[in-house]
């Protein structure tokens, strides 16, 4: 009956875990692992887990503003049918403007609620099936040519499929990174690279990609400020490397933008950008009306959010890339349940109902938190 799907309790947590080194990228270092968890619980006893890993630089909080804001959430939808995700966000987004990264956590316990409820893993209650093996590439963060060639072998040798490198200072730099990766691994290997913007302009962006051309890389996130979106596609029509949309494409009101700018041939979406699955499934559908490809992606979720990712990617076949490597940077793994890492970078999703994660208890026992 409708009455014990209603939302009984809400717990939030903050999740600290330190990095095995500093991640680095062009916005910035990342040395510490600072999530928020939330467990939503109804009154017939089922509890679906949702994870969000606020980025000050990117979606503008914190995991600080996510605890506050998450108990206004709290509040909010205590009470609620937990199935009806639709008019749950609603009321969530009726609360407070954008915070896409705390609304993403509870979205995502949301669905795992509903997925167990109906009794079929998250993949499928998304539409989703295995027809597909997924691979995660694993990502170089900036450094010197020397060290960013030393990781680049390291994953190689590792068996994953591609490597992620980051880029995004200038043209002298960034050419001599590129470089020395490809002195190191080869040719062959696939080879994506991620700029997060910091190639700021159209005129500067579009001199690195030309002067990388000679690399095989396999595509650019993000090559130049997100505000300038309006100039992505004159950067895509000059690119001889094919051009992702990631920081300026947020929610599917973003997406759509883009597609009618024709502003790039794929989208990296991820979850706290869109607000949660709920979105992330109207870009998918935006996308694949326009045939375009799309990488699933995300922050520095744990194994607990990459699984919610690993599900999405299953839905859709113009979902062609992953990127769920930073759970292999944490020092401690705190998920129980969730996608295993398996050799040469492949992916396996849970089949049980639902999300099929969860933090193990110890974890949350010790994390500050609150209970509404």
């Known amino acids: 009956m409708q009455g014990t799907n209603l939302i009984q309790t809400i717990s939030i947590y903050k999740l600290f875990i330190p990095l095995k080194e500093p991640f680095v990228i062009s916005l910035g270092p990342i040395h510490e692992v600072q999530n928020i968890v939330v467990a939503i619980t109804t009154k017939n006893g089922i509890t679906g887990f949702g994870e969000c890993s606020p980025y000050l630089t990117i979606n503008g909080e914190s995991v600080d503003t996510c605890f506050i804001v998450g108990q206004y959430f709290a509040r909010v939808l205590k009470g609620k049918n937990a199935l009806d995700i639709a008019a749950c966000c609603t009321a ?24 167990q409820q109906a009794g079929v893993p998250l993949y499928q209650f998304l539409g989703g099936k295995k027809d597909k093996i997924l691979t995660t590439d694993m990502t170089v963060s900036i450094g010197t040519p020397e060290k ?24 002298e730099k960034d050419v001599a990174r ?22 700021q302009t159209a005129d500067n962006a579009i001199a690195v990609l030309n002067a990388l051309a000679p ?35 947020g929610n599917h009101h973003d997406a759509q933008r883009l597609i009618q700018l024709n502003a790039c041939p794929m989208f990296n979406i991820k979850l706290g950008k869109t607000g949660g699955l ?13 045939n375009m490809h799309l990488q699933i992606g995300g922050f520095m979720e744990s194994r607990l959010g990459m699984t919610a990712g690993a599900h999405l990617a299953l839905s859709n076949e113009h979902i062609v890339h992953c990127d769920f490597d930073t759970p292999l940077m944490f ?41 509404i």
Not at 93 to 110: H, P, R
Not at 239 to 249: L, R, T, Y
Not at 278 to 290: E, G, N, R, T, Y
């Open 148 to 171: 960013m060639q030393q990781d680049a072998v390291q994953f190689k040798n590792a068996g994953f499929p591609a490597v992620k490198v980051k880029l995004g200072e200038d043209l």
């Open 92 to 115: 969530m987004d009726k609360t407070i403007y954008a915070n896409y990264s705390i609304k993403s956590a509870f979205d995502m316990a949301l669905h795992d609620i509903a997925a």
């Open 215 to 249: 690399y095989n890389i396999e595509h650019c996130e993000e090559p130049i400020a997100r505000w300038r979106f309006m100039e992505l596609s004159t950067v895509s029509a000059a690119s001889p490397i094919p051009i992702m949309a990631d920081e300026s494409c």
């Open 331 to 371: 020092t401690e793994d705190p998920v129980s349940g969730g996608i295993l890492y398996k050799a040469n970078g492949i992916i396996e999703v849970p089949d049980v109902p639902g999300l099929g994660a969860a933090i193990k208890e110890e974890y949350l026992q010790q994390a500050e938190q609150v209970t």
């Open 278 to 290: 709920l979105d992330a499934m109207k870009i998918v559908q935006l996308a694949s009306a326009a």
């Open 178 to 199: 590129i470089k020395a990766i490809r002195e190191g691994i080869g040719i062959a290997i696939p080879l994506r690279i991620d700029a997060n913007q910091g190639w």
